[in-house]
């Protein structure tokens, strides 16, 4: 039978509508869906892999248990419950931090994950919950909770509106975006620029997005804190207050922001950041002088030492030019499941638990996970013995990969819900496979709360479940019911399909049909507009939204004071010396784990090392060599690339490669292995206020082998 199925692109936070024609259990293509309102047609070349996923030979489709050296399939019963007695013996013995939890990127782009699986991490209460969140956009989450009383009030650049855009360490042409759900950000972007408006770069590499920018500045890694903190204090001398008369009644302490950066020199900020006055200012013109201007940054000013800091300034300087909140500056969107108003996440926090080993505080119910492995070796009460990883491979994606690696050899047992036998998962004594994302049906809970417009779309599954497995929400269903049972816990399951949970948010939801409101809104008129239902633009509305006490927006919380404090003695201090290393992201690949499909690697090497010629020279390196790079944690040869993209002093190599492990069922990524840039990332090196990994900005050394 032929079928045409439209739906969204899983894949990555564009979200994109497709188009999906099938025979009988077979793809005959995938396209841009047209008719989408949001996406427009426009697709990247992943969503043609999702045909490769689907069918991948190496995909697990029946849960594995480790028997020896080798792996045996065996049944979902004997699994589940092995699972289960297995976490809750160790529990028992050790108390419940005995037991660690490592989520990973997808489950916020799996409805089944994000409805069912904190049910059962919750009933296991331990304090040790670590996610791919502490490598990424914990800082943009600890600021909103921090300033506008929740973690999930999150502006987003207005960037169909907007005149101006200053975008921090993000390449949106790559990413296709990232906190800001924006597809066909190209157009979009280009858009800016035909409507007279201006796109401005800041970083060290000149990326896919720098190259079509009106400008383009280098910095050193790591500088951003200081041109952020310059361009603040222009502003706050420069811009009148009126620009922020909407926001003047709600605004608490912005006087002792001015005073902290009273004595800040902008020549200083300069020296460190090693961008010109001029350009410091005329960026700061810009800003002030654009009647509609957004400020936004991502991995390249999140991963870093001050990660937190940078954060907040961005929030500062769309503040004090009376952006935030504003047409054509930031926004919070109006989702149609409502997250925050319907009260379905947490307002976030800080420091209500520690890690055990180094104290370390938890970040909206994070720790970091750069301390996983430390907290797995080091003996004691409340030493991780067991672990449960759900979509995640922090083998590669989490600094010092290589001790996590061996850590979780150490491991009394190790569970993983995964579509792959991979770095990570093969250290697992069990592994449970959901369904592929084709056969589950799907709606972006999270993304479509970072969209720049208000959308809302819900996806069917393409293919029916396959006799013998289960959907991720089952799983977690039959876990949590089994672990109750041996708790002798209240049933607390909630064993209703993720679509029902949806139907009901949207129903109750700010469009939905019981609040008898226009859009009318529920699961049947979802699934009767295949295409997404357009809600409109972005509005003004976060003043609203605060859930802050009095509903002021708080310019200079506590942690901030003292993070600035110090950050401002050391602002003269010289600047890190010798090679930086930065990441880099590429269109064909996504994160760690989907290297396997020939389509998306074919073509020449890409996990290569840039250099620039003039560092190439000083190394005594010449293009396509190996070399050998060196960090305090690994030492390992790399593939050099000669690139005049790259700043001078600084290097990158992609992440998510290194499949040259022992043990993995990933036939196409093993021959072209790569290395993983996480083997050279410092687990030591973070931001001391929300724990975030500096994965950008490693101090380290290239020689000739
Ligand atoms: N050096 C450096 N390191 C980085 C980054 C960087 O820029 N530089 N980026 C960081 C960022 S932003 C992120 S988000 C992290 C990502 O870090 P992780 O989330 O740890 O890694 P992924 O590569 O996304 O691995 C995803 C895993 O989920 C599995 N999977 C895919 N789909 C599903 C599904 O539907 N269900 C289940 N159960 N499993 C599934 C895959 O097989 C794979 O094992 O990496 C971080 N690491
Ligand atoms: N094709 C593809 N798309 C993806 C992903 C993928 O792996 N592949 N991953 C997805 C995920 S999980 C995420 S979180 C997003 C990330 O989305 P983005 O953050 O937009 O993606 P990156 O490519 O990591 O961009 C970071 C940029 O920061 C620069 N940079 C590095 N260090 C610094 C610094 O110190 N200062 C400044 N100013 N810049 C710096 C880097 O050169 C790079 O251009 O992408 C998502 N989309
Ligand atoms: S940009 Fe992202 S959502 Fe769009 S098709 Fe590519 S991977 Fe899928
Ligand atoms: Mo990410």
Known sequence: MERTIYRA????????????KTRDREIVSIRGDRDDPFSRGHICPKAVALQDIQDDPDRLRRPLKKIGNGWQEIGWDEALDEVTERLFSLREAHGPDSLGIYLGNPNVHNLGAMTHGPLFY?????????????????????????????????????????DYMLILGANPLVSNGSMMTCPDVKARLKAIQERGGKVVVIDPRRSETARMADHHHFIRPGGDTALLLALLKILLETVNPDRRSHLSGHLEKLDQVEDMLAS?????????????????????????TAGKAACYGRLGVSVTENGTLNHWLIQMINIVTGNLDRVGGTLVTDPAVDLVGMRLMGPGGYGRWRSRVNNLPEACSELPVSELATEILTPGDGQIRGLITTAGNPVLSTPNGRKLDDAL??????VSIDLYLN?????????????????HDHYDISFLALAVRNVTRYSEAVFDKPEGTLHEWEIFDQLTRRMTAKMDAPVTTRSRAPARMVNLSLAYGPYGKRRRAEAGLSLKKLQNSPHGIDLGPLKPGLLKKLRTRGQKIDCLPDLIREGLTAFLKD????PKEGLLLIGRRHLRSNNSWMHNYERLVKGKERCTLLVHPDDMARCGLTDGDYALLQSRVAKQKVLVEASEEMMPGTVSLPHGWGHNRAGLRLAVAAEHAGVSVNDFTDEMQRDPIAGTSALNGVSVRLSPI
């Open 409 to 414: 050899e150490q491991l009394d047992f190790m």
């Open 423 to 439: 770095e990570t998962t093969r250290h697992a004594d069990i592994i449970l496979p959901p369904t592929a994302p084709l056969e």
């Open 264 to 288: 800040v020199e902008i020549a200083d900020c300069a020296a460190s950041c090693g961008i010109a006055v001029g350009d410091i200012q005329s960026i700061a013109d810009d800003l002030a």
């Open 122 to 162: 919750k009933m296991l209460r331990t304090k040790n919950r670590y996610s791919a969140t502490s490598v990424d956009q914990l800082p943009h989450q600890l600021v909103s909770y921090l300033m506008y009383g929740h973690q999930f009030l999150l502006p987003v650049p207005d960037i169909d509106h907007t």
């Open 9 to 20: 692109c899983p894949l990555c936070e564009a979200i994109c509508g497709l188009e999906i």
């Open 571 to 574: 602002l003269t201090s010289r």
